[in-house]
Every structure is written in structure tokens, then in C-alpha cells.
């Protein structure tokens, strides 16, 4: 298993130009998550998934969209990308049926910055 | 609005020291507290708590949940270099993780 994947790894952008971070898990997991973290603050939920077909927004979801058409990928669209959006992304994903102890499991994250 | 808070922001020992970190929360329909361990790459779980006053043991960690309090401990005994890094607290709410802002801890030779 890969576990979770996330590309690019890295990527610079211009105020207002648009792209899509992609992430991808092979586990089979309902959720999955994306998260932003910023220096010196802890990882902020930016929209969630429970399945294929059904997305949530989480607590920091302006400026981005996502869509889960197959329990393996979910991308995340920044539409007009702004400097406020540089951060660190991280895709994460688990199994979580209820009541049983199960992890998330985080990609290994990516770095944007946003001139 | 759901909060967690962790202290102290940071903290300085010396390998061999034992330390204990510490996470508050206030969060409605509480599920799980669960903490990871991040250095410079993403988080990594160490464990997930569900229930007051069982310890979760794993080598030289251990963390405890009060949920009468809202709070939780992890310590780490016997502390070395490798265990500098970033740890996060995190209260899981209905299928959604809030975070707090982290402990960095240092541990010198």
C-alpha cells in the first residue's frame, strides 16, 4: 500500500492563478480530509469528505473547492489563488466506522506558496 | 466554536528528562482525543482516547483523558534527542478534526 499520496510537493503561484492539489489514498477509507497548516499553528480543516459523492466544509473552506467522485481521490481546487493561501496542505484519510479506534492517516503534504 | 488548547507552546529539556504535555478542550459532541507526534513531514499518530482514566501506553509514552475536566496529559519519560518534534492535540467532533496550535518540544543532549 501507498497509503496516502498528495502531488505536487511543491508549488509556487501568482496571485489569481488557479490549481488543483490532488490526493489520492489506497486503503479503501470513507474519510478523507484536507487540512492547511500555517507556521507555529495547528492543522485546520478545510473541507471533508464521508464517501464518494459527498463533501462538508470544515472550518477554513473560502477560496477552495472540492469534489469526490471515487472513494480513492480527492482533490482540492484553489480557485484565484491569494497570498493568505500560502501554507502547507495535508490530505488525510480513514476508515472511521464508528465506535472503533481507527487513525487517520496523513499524506506527506504540500507546500505552496503564493506570490 | 469548538477549541483546543495546548501548553506549554514550547519547551526545553535535557535527554533523560520526563515531561508532560498538556491539551484542553471545549468542543460540543466530543467523540476522541487523539495525538500525533510531527517533525518536519506530517503528523503521525500516537493515540486515540475515548475514555476517562485509561492510560494508553506505547513504550516511553502514555496519555490519560478526564472528560469531567475536558483535558488531557501525555508523557513522555526518559526523554531523547529523537523526541524533539511538534506534538498535536486533537478532539475529534462528529467525523472532523480540531487541533490545537501544538507543543514543540526540544530535547538537548
Known amino acids: 500500500n501507498a497509503g496516502v499520496t498528495q502531488t505536487p510537493k511543491f508549488q509556487v503561484l501568482k496571485t489569481g492563478q488557479s490549481m488543483t492539489l490532488q490526493c489520492a489514498q489506497d486503503m479503501n477509507h470513507e474519510y478523507m480530509s484536507w487540512y492547511r497548516q500555517d507556521p507555529g499553528m495547528g492543522l485546520r480543516l478545510i473541507h471533508y469528505s464521508v464517501g464518494a459523492g459527498i463533501t462538508d466544509q470544515g472550518e477554513v473552506p473560502n477560496g477552495y473547492n472540492v469534489s469526490r467522485s471515487t472513494t480513492e481521490d480527492f482533490p482540492l481546487r484553489l480557485l484565484s489563488a491569494a497570498p493568505s493561501q500560502t501554507s502547507v496542505y495535508f490530505c488525510?484519510?480513514?476508515?472511521?466506522?464508528?465506535?472503533?479506534?481507527?487513525?487517520?492517516?496523513f499524506g506527506p503534504g504540500t507546500r505552496l506558496l503564493v506570490l | 466554536e469548538d477549541k483546543v488548547v495546548q501548553s506549554p507552546l514550547s519547551l526545553v529539556v535535557h535527554e533523560g528528562d520526563t515531561v508532560t504535555l498538556n491539551c484542553s478542550y471545549e468542543?460540543?459532541?466530543?467523540?476522541?482525543l487523539l495525538w500525533y507526534k510531527q517533525e518536519k513531514k506530517a503528523p503521525t499518530f500516537l493515540f486515540m482516547l475515548?475514555?476517562?482514566?485509561i492510560e494508553k501506553k506505547s513504550g516511553r509514552l502514555s496519555s490519560i483523558l478526564d472528560k469531567k475536566e475536558l483535558f488531557s496529559i501525555l508523557n513522555i519519560t526518559a526523554t531523547q534527542t529523537g523526541d524533539s518534534a511538534v506534538y498535536l492535540c486533537a478532539v475529534e467532533v462528529w467525523r472532523a478534526l480540531t487541533f490545537g496550535s501544538g507543543t514543540r518540544l526540544q530535547v538537548q543532549p
Open positions: 488525510a484519510s480513514s476508515s472511521w466506522r464508528g465506535g472503533a479506534e481507527e487513525t487517520q492517516y
Open positions: 468542543v460540543t459532541n466530543f467523540r476522541s
Open positions: 475515548t475514555s476517562s482514566g
